[in-house]
C-alpha cells in the first residue's frame, strides 16, 4: 500500500454506552471533532442490539450501568464480534475491574471525570490509530491475495484471458462494468477483482445478493431508514448505498429486482442521492456501479421485464464470462489452484483417469461445483491421489460414457488397436485444447513418444520431439 488510509478513505465508527445523557454527549462531541461518526446507546443491551445493524470499529462503554454491567456487555460483544475493539470507562477508581476487562478483550480502560478532556481525545485518538492499523493489514492481506491469483480467475484459455485483459483495463476507472455469465461462473470474483487491484481498493466494497432481498424490505436494505419510520424502526440506520460511499456497490443478480426499486434504482444512478425510508433529507452518495446477471438483460427489457434506461445506464462495459465446458483446458489448473488451497501441504493430485472424469464432464454449476466437487474428494479421500472413484458419480460417470462414446464411434469402421490408440489420443489432444505436456501426461507416455504418435497419425502441428527423452 502506497499511501495511509484518510480520513474520506476510511472513516471510524465509535459507539458510545453510558446510562448517563451527558457523559454520552460530552463523548460524541470529542468523537465528531476527531472526524468519527458516532452513535450512542443508554445500556448493554441497546448496544448490542445495535451491533446487529450498525457495522462499528470502536466501542466505549461505561463499567456500572443498570440490567447490564460493562463486563458483561464487553463479554457478548467480543464474542459475538471479535473485530471490535472495546474500551471501559470507570468512575469508581475500581483498577482491579478493569484489569478484568482488560482480560476478558478491552483494548484498555479511562477513569471519569476526563479532566482534561483532552485526556480523552488523546486516548480515543490512540484506539483509533490501532484500528486503522489492523484494518490497512486486513486489506492489504486481501490485496495481497487479489494479486496473487485474481481470486481464483486464472486459466489459459482465450475467454478467461480476455477477461483478465478487461480487468487489467477497468481497476482504475469509475465506469459501470455488468458481468455477465451463467451460475457459478466467478461473476462475484470479477467485481472483487476490480475493485481490490485498483486505485480504491482501501474503499469499501458492498455486495447486494438482490435475489435473497426480501421484496418488502429492498427499499430499506439499500436507502436506510429514519426511527419510526415503519413498525419495528426502533433506530435509524444507514442503506447499504450510503455504506459503499466512496467505494463500490456490487449488484448481483440485478435482473431479480422488481420493477419498482429499478425505477428508484435508475434514480439514484442519475442523482447521486438517497434518501432514507421515512426522511425528507437527500443524502449525496458517491459510489462505482458494478452488476451482474445470468439472464439475458437484452431480452428482458424487450419484454418489459428489465427497465431499458436502467438496462442501458449498467451496462456502459460488459464483461462475459465464459462457461467451464467452454474452457475445458483450464480445468486441470484449476483444480490443481483449488487443491493446493483444500489441502495444503499435503500434496494432494489427481489420478489421469480422474482428470479424464473432469474433462469429460459438462459442469452445470460451472467452476463452483468444480471446488465443491474437489472439496467433496479431499473430505473423504486419506490419500495424497484422487481417484475417480473419490468423485461425485455423476462425474465418475462422464468418463465412462466418454469412453463408451469413442468405442462406439470408431466400432464400425476401426477394430485394431491403431485405430483406437488414434481415437484415444486425437480426443485426449482436443480437450487439453493442443496442450501437449498435459496430453502426455493424462495418456502416461513421455514427451518424445506422444510427439513420434502425433506425427504418425498427424494429429496437430507437426514438430520434431525434443532431444531428451526424459519422461513427463
Known sequence: MTQNLTKDDFRIRLLIVDDEQTIRRLCITVGESLGFSCLEAESGDAALALLEEQPVHMVLTDMVMPRMSGIEF??????????????????????????????????????KPFAPLDDLRLFLRRMADKVRLVEENLYLRERSETETSLH????????????LRLISRLKDTRTPVLISGESGTGKELVARALHFRGTMASRPFVAVDCGSLVPTLIESELFGYEKGAFTGALRSKQGLLQF??????????????PLEMQAKLLRFLQEKEVRPVGSNQRVKVDVRIMAATNRDLDAEYKKGTFRKDLFFRLNVVTISLPPLRERRSDIPILAAWFLDRLAPGRGVQLSGNAIKALLAYDWPGNVRELENCLERAVALGDQSIIEVNDLPPAIARAEVQAEASDAQEFSGRATDLEDIERATIERVF??????????????????????????RYHIGAREEPPPSTTLQ
Open 430 to 455: 482436443s480437450q487439453v485444447k493442443g496442450d501437449k505436456a498435459l496430453a502426455g501426461k493424462m495418456l502416461g507416455i513421455s514427451r518424445a513418444t506422444l510427439y513420434r504418435k502425433l506425427k
Open 74 to 111: 464487553l463479554e457478548q460483544a467480543k464474542r459475538t464480534h471479535p473485530r471490535i475493539e472495546v474500551a471501559v470507562m470507570t468512575g469508581h477508581g475500581s483498577v482491579e475491574t478493569a484489569v478484568q476487562a482488560m482480560k476478558l478483550g478491552a483494548y484498555d480502560y479511562i477513569a
Open 244 to 257: 459503499a460511499d466512496t467505494g463500490t456497490i456490487f449488484f448481483d443478480e440485478v435482473g431479480e429486482l
Open 152 to 163: 481464483g480467475i486464472i486459466g489459459n484459455s482465450t475467454g478467461i484471458q480476455n477477461v
